[in-house]
């Protein structure tokens, strides 16, 4: 074996890797990063993503309201609104640009970055493309996950988009096919259709999403509104004629449909990006799909190797993967911190907007938990009622004899930022519901909402 390169922690993955890295060269220690994408640091939040599609989708917002301006005693010329595609393509990738460059920057004068694939070859030593060798004190796997594409006869074959190629458009399609029913396919989705693109998504399941089923069945129905829907249906074979694409759709019930459309988008899911590792060489263990085991503190069968964000396919947010990334490199400098996602929110940016933080009510029943359930709709609030009384409500499960915040949902808008006042109660000392029923709430607002729903379940 030739010279290898020692630092104190070796990162793989230049997205959530970022976390322990930082917190590492804060730290002072000697970090080296490797990242076989130079212009694509900050992962899958940066470049293909959080924040570019939160982008598509704040236009679509801005054109959704100029279509309601009249519900609320604004009279506009609605054939005069045009929506230029490319222009807000063109934003999206240039404030991608620019948010890559940034990190990039940080990365080459705060660390050692080797730009480059890499592998196992013992234990705690990576080579990488170049024959360079590397290893650390302590190492991090956070190379995350890509889209998984489903072993549909004629998928490969079509051209398909999935999250990571759709930002590369210039222009619209006129009809758009969604393989899908899940945070991506419904968020861009919900994008296209806005802007006036003809979509259809084929789901295998009655409702979209794995949410509160109250938050489900809601959300559905005012999805429907917008996209036709194929539910409970799989997609059983992909053609294509010219530039049109033709989906076989097989129902639950075994009834047969199809489908044709200008584009396809596969948002069927996610796989780990462990397979070109030879994780076997260190002793990290891997379940059938690859995704990368560890323990309550985030460390592999490696005393020294931990794993972080969705490489180890829990919850793929990336304010999930921050906080995994700093736990972990606390406990690899010594500390005994066990994760925890009791009060770990998340949220769908769609229309409607769901917020969601602990257990769903099936949850609850599922572990016989003694629980009080609360609703309260965005039209029975005075702030509500001034923004046009949209459908939605906020949904609170309380533990009976202990006042313990269970679980929350909301659906409707800003249900994003709203729900963050109970994520702040459910992390504190207590837990409990009196946290947010005994505080003073702003008229009128619609945090009046939160309030409201606590109030109910004294």
């Known amino acids: 074996m030739g010279e290898v390169r020692r630092f104190d922690v070796v990162v793989l993955g230049g997205g959530s890797g970022l ?215 799989d997609v059983t074979e992909v053609g294509q004629t010219g530039s049109e694409l033709s989906l076989a759709v097989k129902r639950a019930d075994g009834s047969a449909d199809a489908l044709t459309a200008d584009a396809l988008l596969v948002a069927t899911g996610r796989e780990p990006n462990t397979d070109e590792l030879d994780l076997g060489r260190t002793g990290v263990e891997t379940d059938e799909h690859g995704w990368v085991r560890v323990d309550a503190r985030l460390r592999t069968a490696h005393p020294d190797i931990y794993a972080y964000g969705d490489v180890i396919g829990q919850a793929m947010f990336k304010h999930t993967s921050s906080y995994e990334g700093e736990l972990a490199y606390n406990n690899s400098q010594g500390a005994a911190l066990e994760v925890s996602y009791w009060a770990n929110p998340h949220a769908i940016f769609s229309n409607p907007q769901i917020g969601s933080v602990g257990l769903t009510e099936r949850e609850c029943r599922q572990r016989n938990l003694a629980y009080t359930c609360c609703k309260k709709q965005y039209e029975e609030l005075a702030k509500g009622k001034i923004i046009g009384s949209p459908p939605g409500f906020a949904k609170l499960l309380v533990e009976r004899g202990t006042d313990r915040i269970l679980g929350f949902h909301i659906v409707g808008p800003d249900a994003a930022e709203l729900v963050h006042e109970v994520v702040v109660a459910m992390s504190a000392a207590s837990g409990t519901a009196d946290l947010i029923r005994n505080a003073v709430h702003i008229h009128p607002t619609l945090s009046e909402l939160v309030h409201q729903v606590f109030a109910t379940a004294e």
């Open 19 to 233: 976390t322990a890295a930082y917190h590492a060269t804060n730290a002072g220690k000697s970090v080296a990063l490797v990242e076989a994408q130079p212009n694509a640091l900050g992962g899958t939040c940066v470049n293909r993503g959080c924040i570019p599609t939160k982008g598509l989708i704040r236009s679509a917002e801005v054109l959704r309201t100029i279509r309601d301006a009249a519900k609320f005693g604004i009279d506009l010329d609605q054939s005069s609104v045009r929506v230029d595609f490319g222009a807000i393509m063109n934003t999206i990738r240039r404030r991608r640009a620019d948010s890559a460059a940034s990190v990039k920057s940080w990365v080459d004068e705060a660390m050692t970055p080797f730009y480059a694939r890499a592998r196992f070859v013992s234990e705690k030593v990576l080579e990488l493309e170049d024959g360079t060798r590397v290893t650390g004190d302590k190492l991090f796997v956070a190379t995350g996950a890509r889209p998984a594409v489903p072993d549909i006869p004629g998928l490969r074959q079509a051209p398909y988009w999935t999250n990571e190629t759709v930002l590369e458009l210039s222009e619209q399609p006129e009809s758009l096919a969604v393989l899908g029913g899940g945070y991506i396919g419904c968020e861009l989705g919900q994008f296209f259709a806005t802007l006036g693109t003809r979509v259809t998504m084929v789901d295998r399941h009655q409702c979209l999403l794995r949410e509160d089923d109250d938050v489900r069945a809601l959300f559905t129905r005012e999805f429907a509104k917008h996209v036709e829907l194929f539910r409970d249906a």
